[in-house]
């Protein structure tokens, strides 16, 4: 979790492959070998091991090339060192690597696991000059809160181009990973088979690519990467690609090549503008002022980087994205559950934010996602809110069922229809959520992908605060008339309360189809009693009963309205911030 303005580190440069020669080499699999520990801060120190972390959520032992089982390793373990609230500084430096001041372009190579929490630092530093100066290099940075480094505990390869670190070549280099957490007892980094490499005359490297390059700086939700967008919701696509220049010499005419493949008259072959790329040089390319014809179905992109010289290694250099048109859905996840997020035993909204482009939408309904994690009979409800994180209209409670869950890879989705169908206005930006009341049933949130800061939102029922998540819950927009609930399905009386999660007051509205006597109940959590009230005979049609908060205790409270012989339940929830 991660608060509503902060910003994110910068990407981590990772790669699954390299052919090229070894210079030097550390698998640790006769120990330390001269390698050194520096702790500054905190009780966390990198050590070697040879079974790595296995507690809670931490990936396990790192399964690398020489690693587990069997092998040694290199570790920074805050899940079993840390202490909460205890900032943890740690690093490991080689010993000095000598006899290569004739080599002026280098990559280094390392295999990893990584867990994030929220915003650890893990970087590897390069000195050229025997450790008086160090250049810096981030990874790890594209790795979401609660998520791990794919595959973990299976090992990811890292590929680093630390040319610039070398100044034309160094006699005695040194390399030392460094873990920084000021939150204290999080997750790990394990770091296991690390060698430097030549580089091939020409190779190029697709470090990332998109086809919406939207930032949190911009003034809506417009530009973002959706994965389903409605067929009037179709906009311009905004390709971009960082590249980096892997090999020895200039790279010419370097220029991202944007591959369609798409329904209808959508089959298109797109350059950008042309850039020249020094050794070691990273760079953006940019494609603009394309927008798809609309219609139906599924587009494939296909986006690699190309340059005038005879590539040597091509299978970096590109990757293929997809992205659907539908008449009825918005969609901003990938359609498998990768992952997935609760809050503990504390309330929670959590969603995405989506722009709305055309005036010819009513959302019916908001689609959600929740992994097999969840407790069976759990209710949860859906949320709609506007620009300013007002809530405009929720959907009645639902008592989830086991075959709703997900496992890994799967998108089964509960559809959640609102009250009443809310139209929604053009050039303007909604925000969709899931509600868990929170208690000891759990629910956990489906998520897929990741969301640029800003994008994806929790609200914290026990801080009553807003923050950003990394991660893309399963969470969507359903403009089907057929997921209303105006055939009759609706709740007893109508009965809804705006806001559900609330700091001063919530005011209940319903409505009366006669003229009734009309009396109410509040409860908490455990079944007591704790507010009444008699509102008198009132006439038919809408009503409302503004609920101040008062002394009221944070947590779940069931609201009761009763109609004569009718009664209709919500639950709402007091935010354990005073």
Do not use: C
């Given at each position: 979790?991660?608060?509503?303005?902060?910003?994110?580190?910068?990407?981590?440069?990772?790669?699954?492959?390299?052919?090229?020669?070894?210079?030097?080499?550390?698998?640790?699999?006769?120990?330390?070998?001269?390698?050194?520990?520096?702790?500054?801060?905190?009780?966390?120190?990198?050590?070697?091991?040879?079974?790595?972390?296995?507690?809670?959520?931490?990936?396990?032992?790192?399964?690398?090339?020489?690693?587990?089982?069997?092998?040694?390793?290199?570790?920074?373990?805050?899940?079993?060192?840390?202490?909460?609230?205890?900032?943890?500084?740690?690093?490991?430096?080689?010993?000095?690597?000598?006899?290569?001041?004739?080599?002026?372009?280098?990559?280094?190579?390392?295999?990893?696991?990584?867990?994030?929490?929220?915003?650890?630092?893990?970087?590897?530093?390069?000195?050229?000059?025997?450790?008086?100066?160090?250049?810096?290099?981030?990874v790890n940075g594209d790795v979401p809160g609660n998520q791990s480094t794919p595959g973990a505990p299976v090992s990811e390869t890292v590929?680093?181009?630390?040319?610039?670190?070398?100044?034309?070549?160094?006699?005695?280099?040194?390399?030392?990973?460094?873990?920084?957490?000021?939150?204290?007892?999080?997750?790990?980094?394990?770091?296991?088979?690390?060698?430097?490499?030549?580089?091939?005359?020409?190779?190029?490297?697709?470090?990332?690519?998109?086809?919406?390059?939207?930032?949190?700086?911009?003034?809506?939700?417009?530009?973002?990467?959706?994965?389903?967008?409605?067929?009037?919701?179709?906009?311009?696509?905004?390709?971009?690609?960082?590249?980096?220049?892997?090999?020895?010499?200039?790279?010419?005419?370097?220029?991202?090549?944007?591959?369609?493949?798409?329904?209808?008259?959508?089959?298109?072959?797109?350059?950008?503008?042309?850039?020249?790329?020094?050794?070691?040089?990273?760079?953006?390319?940019?494609?603009?002022?394309?927008?798809?014809?609309?219609?139906?179905?599924?587009?494939?992109?296909?986006?690699?980087?190309?340059?005038?010289?005879?590539?040597?290694?091509?299978?970096?250099?590109?990757?293929?994205?997809?992205?659907?048109?539908?008449?009825?859905?918005?969609?901003?996840?990938?359609?498998?559950?990768?992952?997935?997020?609760?809050?503990?035993?504390?309330?929670?909204?959590?969603?995405?934010?989506?722009?709305?482009?055309?005036?010819?939408?009513?959302?019916?309904?908001?689609?959600?996602?929740?992994?097999?994690?969840?407790?069976?009979?759990?209710?949860?409800?859906?949320?709609?809110?506007?620009?300013?994180?007002?809530?405009?209209?929720?959907?009645?409670?639902?008592?989830?069922?086991?075959?709703?869950?997900?496992?890994?890879?799967?998108?089964?989705?509960?559809?959640?229809?609102?009250?009443?169908?809310?139209?929604?206005?053009?050039?303007?930006?909604?925000?969709?959520?899931?509600?868990?009341?929170?208690?000891?049933?759990?629910?956990?949130?489906?998520?897929?992908?990741?969301?640029a800061p800003q994008s994806s939102l929790i609200f914290d029922g026990g801080s009553g605060q807003w923050f950003y998540?990394?991660?893309?819950?399963?969470?969507?927009?359903?403009?089907?008339?057929?997921?209303?609930?105006?055939?009759?399905?609706?709740?007893?009386?109508?009965?809804?309360?705006?806001?559900?999660?609330?700091?001063?007051?919530?005011?209940?509205?319903?409505?009366?189809?006669?003229?009734?006597?009309?009396?109410?109940?509040?409860?908490?959590?455990?079944?007591?009693?704790?507010?009444?009230?008699?509102?008198?005979?009132?006439?038919?049609?809408?009503?409302?009963?503004?609920?101040?908060?008062?002394?009221?205790?944070?947590?779940?409270?069931?609201?009761?309205?009763?109609?004569?012989?009718?009664?209709?339940?919500?639950?709402?929830?007091?935010?354990?911030?005073?």
């Amino acid at each position: 979790m991660a608060p509503a303005h902060a910003h994110e580190p910068p990407d981590a440069l990772s790669d699954a492959r390299s052919a090229a020669a070894v210079l030097w080499s550390e698998d640790f699999e006769n120990g330390l070998g001269g390698w050194t520990v520096n702790t500054q801060t905190g009780a966390v120190s990198w050590q070697l091991t040879s079974t790595g972390n296995t507690g809670g959520f931490t990936p396990g032992p790192l399964q690398s090339t020489t690693g587990y089982p069997g092998g040694s390793w290199i570790v920074a373990d805050s899940d079993e060192q840390g202490t909460a609230g205890v900032a943890e500084n740690t690093t490991i430096t080689s010993p000095p690597i000598t006899g290569l001041d004739t080599v002026p372009f280098m990559l280094l190579r390392f295999e990893q696991s990584f867990r994030q929490l929220n915003n650890d630092i893990t970087q590897v530093e390069v000195s050229s000059d025997g450790g008086n100066d160090w250049t810096v290099f981030p990874v790890n940075g594209d790795v979401p809160g609660n998520q791990s480094t794919p595959g973990a505990p299976v090992s990811e390869t890292v590929l680093l181009n630390i040319s610039s670190a070398l100044n034309g070549g160094s006699g005695d280099i040194r390399i030392r990973f460094h873990w920084l957490s000021f939150e204290g007892f999080t997750y790990s980094w394990q770091v296991d088979d690390i060698a430097l490499l030549t580089v091939e005359a020409n190779d190029l490297r697709l470090i990332s690519a998109t086809y919406a390059d939207w930032s949190p700086d911009e003034p809506d939700f417009n530009g973002l990467a959706y994965t389903i967008y409605p067929i009037d919701e179709l906009r311009e696509l905004k390709f971009k690609a960082v590249v980096v220049n892997n090999g020895s010499q200039p790279q010419t005419n370097v220029r991202l090549k944007a591959d369609i493949d798409g329904p209808g008259t959508n089959d298109v072959i797109l350059y950008s503008a042309p850039i020249m790329l020094s050794p070691g040089a990273v760079d953006s390319l940019y494609i603009t002022g394309y927008t798809p014809v609309a219609a139906l179905g599924t587009y494939l992109l296909q986006l690699s980087v190309v340059q005038d010289e005879p590539e040597a290694l091509p299978d970096d250099n590109g990757t293929v994205m997809r992205f659907e048109v539908q008449v009825d859905r918005f969609a901003r996840d990938e359609n498998a559950m990768q992952g997935d997020r609760d809050n503990g035993t504390d309330p929670y909204e959590l969603g995405n934010w989506y722009h709305i482009r055309s005036s010819d939408h009513t959302l019916y309904a908001i689609e959600v996602a929740l992994s097999a994690r969840t407790d069976p009979g759990t209710l949860i409800s859906a949320s709609l809110y506007d620009e300013e994180l007002e809530l405009l209209m929720s959907t009645d409670e639902h008592e989830v069922l086991a075959g709703e869950l997900n496992l890994q890879g799967q998108h089964e989705f509960i559809t959640l229809p609102l009250v009443a169908p809310m139209p929604l206005d053009a050039d303007n930006d909604y925000f969709v959520a899931v509600t868990h009341y929170g208690g000891t049933e759990e629910v956990w949130t489906a998520t897929s992908g990741t969301s640029a800061p800003q994008s994806s939102l929790i609200f914290d029922g026990g801080s009553g605060q807003w923050f950003y998540v990394t991660v893309t819950p399963m969470v969507r927009m359903n403009f089907d008339p057929a997921a209303s609930v105006m055939d009759g399905s609706a709740a007893p009386l109508g009965l809804m309360a705006t806001p559900t999660l609330f700091d001063d007051h919530t005011t209940m509205r319903f409505e009366l189809p006669a003229a009734s006597p009309v009396r109410w109940e509040l409860h908490d959590a455990v079944g007591r009693l704790v507010r009444s009230g008699d509102a008198g005979r009132m006439a038919p049609g809408a009503h409302a009963i503004e609920l101040p908060a008062g002394d009221l205790a944070p947590g779940v409270h069931a609201f009761t309205l009763i109609d004569g012989e009718r009664r209709s339940t919500i639950r709402i929830v007091r935010n354990g911030a005073r």
